[in-house]
């Protein structure tokens, strides 16, 4: 059964990079069967698909982020990041990393969450 | 871009059926997948491709989708399904409904 577990900093500033890293554990994520991706969830607010990325590399964004999105792969480390460039307020959130098999698939595992809060 | 619409709110008393919709252009001709989100926890799939249901999930827990709406149907309903419920889709990307707050009263 696979596990992801994001990490990063909780507080980043105004006009900075977010990053943050999901590591996979249970599987690899150079799995043909797999796309890995990013959801947000401001508070007290909905959900809200970020982007995915297939070990390949490819990658597919939210057309609203998409100008400020990176989503990377790193099969040594069975990891991939996210990276979203000039955050404002707006962008604070609990940021999840989940799974989905390829298609048109829901997302079957999920981190736990991490809360990045955009502050002076 | 494709737009999903849920009810804010659903309430319903303990042992009876609740039903969340989710409302779509044509959505019929999309998979619809639902989770459960409680309070400080990620959401958990309950539901995947309409009507299945992932392993572990109550058999009270059910979906149907025809037309511009899908249904999760919620029957017996417990204390511990009070959650908020998000409907998804695929479209050229990948788009969740607002979100519905369920309250068992």
């Known amino acids: 059964q696979l596990q992801l577990q994001e990490s990063g900093p909780g507080l980043v500033k105004p006009s900075e990079t977010l990053s943050l890293t999901c590591t996979v554990s249970g599987g690899s994520i150079s799995s043909s069967s797999y796309y890995w991706g990013w959801i947000r969830q401001p508070p007290g607010k909905g959900l809200e698909w970020i982007g995915s990325?297939?070990?390949?590399?490819?990658?597919y964004y939210n057309p609203s982020l998409k100008s400020r999105v990176t989503i990377s792969v790193d099969t040594s480390k069975n990891q991939f990041s996210l990276k979203l460039s000039s955050v404002t307020a707006a962008d604070t959130a609990v940021y999840y990393c989940?799974?989905?098999?390829?298609?048109?698939?829901?997302?079957?595992?999920w981190g736990q969450g991490t809360l990045v809060t955009v502050s002076s | 871009s494709y737009v999903l619409t849920q009810p804010p709110s659903v309430s319903v008393a303990p042992g009876k059926t609740a039903r969340i919709t989710c409302g779509g252009n044509?959505?019929?001709?999309?998979?619809v997948h639902w989770y459960q989100q409680k309070p400080g926890q990620a959401p958990v799939l309950v539901i995947y491709y309409d009507s299945d249901r992932p392993s572990g999930i109550p058999e009270r827990f059910s979906g149907s989708n025809s037309g511009n709406t899908a249904t999760l149907t919620i029957s017996r309903v417990e204390a511990g399904d009070e959650a908020d419920y998000y409907c998804?889709?695929?479209?050229?990307?990948?788009?969740f409904g607002g979100g519905t707050k369920l309250t068992v009263l």
């Open positions: 989940a799974s989905r098999i390829v298609g048109a698939a829901p997302f079957d595992y």
């Open positions: 990325i297939y070990y390949s590399g490819s990658t």
């Open positions: 998804q889709v695929w479209d050229s990307s990948s788009v």
């Open positions: 044509n959505i019929g001709s999309k998979s």
